[in-house]
């Protein structure tokens, strides 16, 4: 009996400790997701320095997300990459880091598919491999002033990309002497039955071949007079959309660029045109910006999204590199965007790409809370007494009379109860969109955080805006994604009020609907 009493009390004890130590893993969760600025609804690390988003694809139900990190600082480092991974593209897992540096280098930015046919020959048992694609950066060759120090390795996994083992070859591309030679972006060329790898080198794109993902030779080299070139060229992606109107396949080149950015800065320039497995031909008349914001940077696509879904999705870094290391956060720092699905828009002889959130974004959606049509002359409360994370939407009409037609600029203002304000707004004579963030808070971390933001876009009789507010962001889709911008801020306190204006006129406000979300950490 007494050692029935014993055993009894043990697995009391232990029941109740297994209580406890879930309630203290819950509580720290809870406290660790709740500190100032960290993002509500979009993905961060759970701590330490985050950048560029690598090696995105989609394998057995899981879309799987790597990132440049640095483990042992909230600031850049010697580069891993970090691993999580999502069912939904909205809430995301924390798996253990992927690639740790070696005595090749650091591992830099890169890409990552499903080798299907086991071309690599990494397979067992009749399973695909993961393949993933990336550059070894030898700081200890940069240092001495070498230009050979950057060259593409590989790694595999045999067990849903849980562990990584990486080739015993390597590196799989040497360097030829090129100071910038990063950033591999691989995905399969079915009509040859070959790799593709679209590398930066230096001010240009430079396009390899492979049948084995091992050896590699060099196809062709895209450097258009059409371009900003006013920085290094990085993070490349080429990849097809069917363009829905004429049901034509056209082809898209992502080049990130730092600085050189139309607002300062980061920022990523795309081309469309043609690729035929050597070569790729832009189309576009004019050059275009995937985002005029300052803070979406080197953002590139998911591969292996199952063709019964058929979408291109995309994320981001969301950040600056003039400021990134310096942003008001501690215990982790940075935050990728919104997952977005890509179309295609003409406009005009060239054909744009589109930029709007996942449909799946739409389950943080609590009950949408509307407004009746509003008429603003001057200045007017929206919404009041809003609660962060939330999304918006504004959709404004000009209004065809001769006393209120001249509205000369127009838009909306989130404010809080210190008096900062985050002003977005849409100049009808200069035909462009504005942001102005100079008191939307805390920024005195950098000189370069101020200063207003401009998108060039000529507005027909209605302006819509979808903007997603998180506790350090702003995500604004105008039109259904025609153009996007993408803002970091740091208010003191949480905005609490949605403002409308309109200067020299008045202006309509025909749709006015609000959403508190949801946080992706809750679950």
């Known amino acids: 009996m007494r050692a029935f009493i014993i055993i009894f009390l043990i697995i009391l004890a232990f029941g109740?400790?297994?209580?406890?130590?879930?309630?203290?893993?819950?509580?720290?969760?809870?406290?660790?997701?709740?500190?100032?600025?960290?993002?509500q609804v979009h993905f961060t690390p759970d701590s330490m320095w985050m950048n560029d988003p690598n090696g995105m694809f989609y394998y057995e139900g899981e879309y799987h997300l790597f990132y440049q990190y640095y483990p042992d600082s909230n600031v850049w480092g010697p580069m891993h990459w970090g691993h999580a991974v999502s069912n939904d593209l909205v809430h995301w897992e924390h798996l253990p880091i992927a690639l740790y540096p070696d005595s090749l280098g650091y591992i830099y930015s890169g890409s990552a598919v499903v080798d299907w046919n086991n071309t690599s020959g990494f397979g067992k048992d009749g399973v695909p491999p993961l393949i993933t694609i990336y550059t070894y950066n030898d700081r200890v060759k940069e240092m001495e002033g070498a230009n050979d120090y950057q060259t593409q390795g590989i790694a595999y996994s045999n067990d849903k990309g849980r562990t990584w083992t990486k080739y015993e070859n390597n590196p799989v591309l040497t360097n030829p002497g090129i100071k910038d030679f990063r950033d591999p972006k691989v995905r399969w060329y079915q009509p040859?039955?070959?790799?593709?790898?679209?590398?930066?080198?230096?001010?240009?794109?430079s396009f390899y071949s492979s049948k084995d993902l091992k050896n590699w030779e060099h196809e062709s080299d895209f450097q258009p007079?059409?371009?900003?070139?006013?920085?290094?060229?990085?993070?490349?992606?080429?990849?097809?959309?069917?363009?829905?109107?004429?049901?034509?396949?056209k082809w898209v080149l992502f080049v990130s660029i730092n600085p050189g950015a139309p607002n300062g800065g980061s920022g990523t320039q795309y081309f469309v045109g043609s690729f035929d497995g050597h070569e790729f031909i832009n189309e576009n008349k004019n050059l275009y910006w995937l985002d005029y914001g300052k803070d979406n940077y080197a953002g590139v696509t998911w591969s292996?999204?199952?063709?019964?879904?058929?979408?291109?999705?995309?994320?981001?870094?969301?950040?600056?590199?003039?400021?990134?290391?310096?942003?008001?956060?501690?215990?982790?720092?940075?935050?990728?965007?919104v997952t977005r699905e890509l179309k295609f828009k003409s406009e005009g002889e060239d054909l744009i790409v589109t930029s709007i959130p996942v449909n799946e974004f739409e389950t943080l959606r609590k009950e949408m809370k509307t407004k009746e049509q509003l008429m603003i002359l001057g200045?007017?409360?929206?919404?009041?007494?809003?609660?962060?994370?939330?999304?918006?939407?504004?959709?404004?009409?000009?209004?065809?009379?001769?006393?209120?037609?001249?509205?000369?600029?127009?838009?909306?203002?989130?404010?809080?109860?210190?008096?900062?304000?985050?002003?977005?707004?849409?100049?009808?004579?200069?035909?462009?969109?504005?942001?102005?963030?100079?008191?939307?808070?805390?920024?005195?971390?950098?000189?370069?955080?101020?200063?207003?933001?401009?998108?060039?876009?000529?507005?027909?009789?209605?302006?819509?805006?979808?903007?997603?507010?998180?506790?350090?962001?702003?995500?604004?889709?105008?039109?259904?994604?025609?153009?996007?911008?993408t803002s970091l801020v740091f208010p003191k306190e949480d905005y609490r009020t949605i403002n409308a204006f309109a200067k020299n006129g008045g202006i309509a406000i025909n749709k006015a609907a609000l959403y508190e979300l949801k946080s992706i950490w809750d679950n």
């Not at 019964?308 to 994320?315: A, H, K, N, S, Y």
Request: hydrophobic share 35%.
């Open 16 to 39: 109740c400790q297994s209580k406890t130590n879930k309630q203290d893993s819950t509580v720290e969760r809870v406290t660790r997701y709740s500190e100032r600025y960290r993002p």
């Open 225 to 249: 007079e059409l371009g900003a070139y006013g920085g290094v060229w990085e993070c490349p992606d080429l990849f097809p959309i069917m363009d829905e109107v004429s049901g034509e396949e």
């Open 379 to 485: 200045s007017e409360k929206v919404f009041q007494e809003i609660k962060l994370p939330c999304e918006f939407i504004l959709e404004f009409e000009t209004i065809n009379h001769s006393e209120l037609n001249s509205v000369s600029e127009y838009g909306f203002s989130l404010q809080n109860e210190d008096g900062e304000e985050f002003i977005v707004s849409y100049n009808s004579t200069k035909q462009e969109l504005i942001i102005n963030r100079d008191n939307s808070g805390v920024s005195d971390f950098s000189e370069d955080f101020n200063g207003l933001q401009y998108a060039p876009y000529q507005a027909k009789s209605t302006l819509n805006f979808r903007v997603i507010v998180d506790w350090s962001s702003i995500e604004i889709f105008v039109n259904n994604g025609e153009k996007v911008m």
């Open 304 to 337: 292996d999204i199952p063709e019964e879904d058929g979408r291109t999705l995309f994320i981001g870094w969301m950040s600056n590199w003039q400021y990134a290391t310096k942003v008001p956060t501690e215990r982790w720092r940075s935050a990728m965007t």
């Open 192 to 205: 040859q039955q070959k790799w593709i790898m679209s590398l930066a080198v230096k001010d240009r794109i």
